[in-house]
């Protein structure tokens, strides 16, 4: 049987080639040299940088030289991969809480204290638990090392979002044991985890990948959020010559897309194009992570509508 | 009484959740590095809950950089040196907290009045205009906010540049604090989110018997919707209005940054006590916890008058 391809197929293959681009590059290619000024042949200065496109440079360079094509197919894989294993983990921490711990999170002392997060957003509770580690990347040299870094941000990260998650979880959970069959379960002598898990969970497995998709984006916009107060995902490098902290130039070490967001963002108002790439290229792959979830929805629906 | 008790406890209980998140950073961050203390924690946990209840004494840290120069034998170059100076809290927050407020509250304002007015204005509209504009919703709600806040800047400064007309100032500089633009990249994407919302309702809601109802009654199209669907859809959008003030919040985070504000969460964000920075979050997050409340006892009482 012919099954009829969805938009969501299509995104996960698009998401997926992207992905095993971005890991091959650099088995493949080197980077491209950084030159900091292009002479014509007779030694005349020809440009500076930052260059515009061109054929030797598809999508130009930054203000240092660097080939901002090859630092964006570079970074894809971290940006992509980093949201991906906090939105897994998440998933997995809060579908195990919130089906273990339903009876807690439906409590409404549980429930009121748990308010606060739909009111102080996900990006401040991170920046603020992370800003001590801010402070001393921003005075003296890293305490800590890339992966040690790499794993605060994950675990707060992941903190930060396995609680209202597990409440949305919890609150399925809940409205689909309401059903008629559950209550007959109930009464015949099943034990909570054989109806878990015969009754509630294949219904709840749709439904858990439309929250994943919509989580997955929250991730990318959170992470986003934390880039621009330069708390970027595995760490930072502080160049500048000069002791006032206004002069200080935040590089991502990894070419990850929102920390090259936010490490061009000055350019904004100097040549536009050099921020415009990576805004466009993170827009895009928001943009496709959105459609692949509402075409999802608009199936799961369809499919409940059904049985 | 009951109604009283159980606001009480739900205020009482976002304190407490306030207060727990403000003082995390203590149980990860030691002296030096990365140490795991949740005794160090429950201490901090304790000394915020003192520092609320004493506000007068609580203070607050302002980071300089002053510019010296050194003997010129010695050497020709400046030297910044790094200053903190302790002030107390209360009559310099003010300022920043109403700043701040006033700008969730009047794009709160905004992006609602917005989304509801567009909404009826497509009411009117033939419903092949409607199917048109509701796709272009879906599309518009699938764009990351700050795509909206860069080609806002971008648009600003354009425009100043081919024209030397400055439509807003782009930047708060130390004189004039910039309002309308911020307002503006803020309410964007709430009011395009309530927009979608509104019109999505109102197809549901024009399929039911009443509608059909009043159609087969002979009532004019405009009046149907003017006095029951419309009515009856605000109904359904108050329920989204929590999710649009963290929405804003959120957004109000980055923006801060990004126009250069002079706004709360910037000191918020700086090196300040963990008391401090319960009493910060407090003074925003109570107003917004309020306004909401305080909104759907509106929307209820409006709906059902005869209630208690």
Known sequence: MLRKIHAYHIGVILLGCLLLISISLPLITTEPPVQPFLYKDNGELLSIPPLHPSQDHLLGTDRNGKDLLYALIEGAKYTIIF????????????????????????????????????????????????????????????????????????IVLVATGVFPLGKIIAETAQSLSRYEYVTCAKHMGASSIQIIMRHIFPHLLPRLFVICGRQFAQVLTLMLHLAIYHLFIGGIMISSGQEHDQFNNYNTLSNEWTGLISMYHRELMLDPFVIMFPVTAYTLLILSVNVMTKSLEKTVSKRLFYY | MRIMFSIGKQVALLVVCIVLLSSTPSLLAG???????????????????????????????????????PRIPVNRSVVFLNE???????????DSILYTLSLLLFSFAVAFLAAVLLGWVTELLPSAFKKGIIRATDLLEALPDLFFVFCIQLAVVWIYKKTGWLAANPFTSSKEPSFFLPVIALSLVPAIYLF??????????????????????????????FHHLLRNTLHELSIHLPFIMLLLFSQLVVIE??????????????DQRPETRAMLLLLIVLPLYGTIKAIELIVRKVRNPYAA
């Open chain 1, 83 to 154: 949201a991906g294993v906090v939105t897994l983990s998440r998933m997995i921490i809060s579908l195990v809480a919130g089906l273990l711990f339903k009876r807690l999170f439906m409590n409404s002392w549980f429930g009121g204290l748990l308010q606060g997060f739909q009111y102080v957003p996900q990006s401040l509770i991170a920046l603020l638990i992370l800003s001590p580690l801010l402070f001393y990347e921003l005075r003296t040299e890293s305490v800590l090392s890339y992966n040690e870094t790499l794993l605060i941000q994950l």
């Open chain 2, 84 to 94: 903190i100076t302790e002030r107390p809290l209360f009559p310099e927050i003010w």
């Open chain 2, 196 to 225: 979608r919302m509104q019109l999505v309702l109102s197809q549901t809601e024009i399929q039911k018997d009443y509608i059909t109802f009043a159609r087969s009654k002979g009532i004019s199209r405009r009046k149907i919707i």
């Open chain 2, 257 to 270: 940054y990004l126009f250069n504000m002079n706004g709360v969460i910037g000191i918020l964000l700086s």
């Open chain 2, 31 to 69: 002296k030096s590095g990365i140490a795991l203390s949740v005794t160090r924690y429950v201490q901090t946990v304790f000394d915020v809950l003192k520092g609320l209840f004493r506000p007068d004494l609580q203070t607050l840290y302002t980071h300089t950089q002053h510019l010296a120069f």
